[in-house]
Nanobody, 118 residues
Framework: QVQLVESGGGLVQAGGSLRLSCAASGRIFSMYRMGWFRQAPGKEREFVAV????????DYRDSGKGRFTISRDNAKNTVYLQMNSLKPEDTAIYYC???????????WGQGTQVTVSS
């Protein structure tokens, strides 16, 4: 099991920036990848970004490319999501997730609210 705690959400105006953090604890050595997902009211949870824990390879949803950057600090067992040029449609609860293998997400954080005002 990996425990995840997100922080850094808040209210920001359109065009602004936020940096989300996700601190991991527990069976860190078993993590294969970490990612960010989001869920807006009335919508399904959707993928935002992913980073492979060992190699640092990244991938993003199309709407986030060029605006969002996922990174990790292995020494701090923390993954970050830098979000720039935020839009009202980015408003959602953002969740951090840890996957212990390819194609799976095993552990989830409690979520942090991001609200972008127009």
């Amino acid at each position: 099991q990996v425990q995840l705690v997100e922080s850094g959400g808040g209210l920001v105006q359109a065009g602004g920036s936020l940096r989300l953090s996700c601190a991991a604890s527990g069976r860190i050595f078993s993590m294969y990848r970490m990612g960010w997902f989001r869920q807006a009211p009335g919508k399904e949870r959707e993928f935002v970004a992913v980073i492979t824990w060992s190699s640092g390879n990244t991938d993003y949803r199309d709407s986030g490319k060029g605006r969002f950057t996922i990174s990790r600090d292995n020494a701090k067992n923390t993954v970050y999501l830098q979000m720039n040029s935020l839009k009202p449609e980015d408003t959602a609860i953002y969740y951090c997730a840890a996957g212990l293998g390819i194609g799976r997400w095993d552990n989830w954080g409690q979520g942090t609210q991001v609200t972008v005002s127009s």
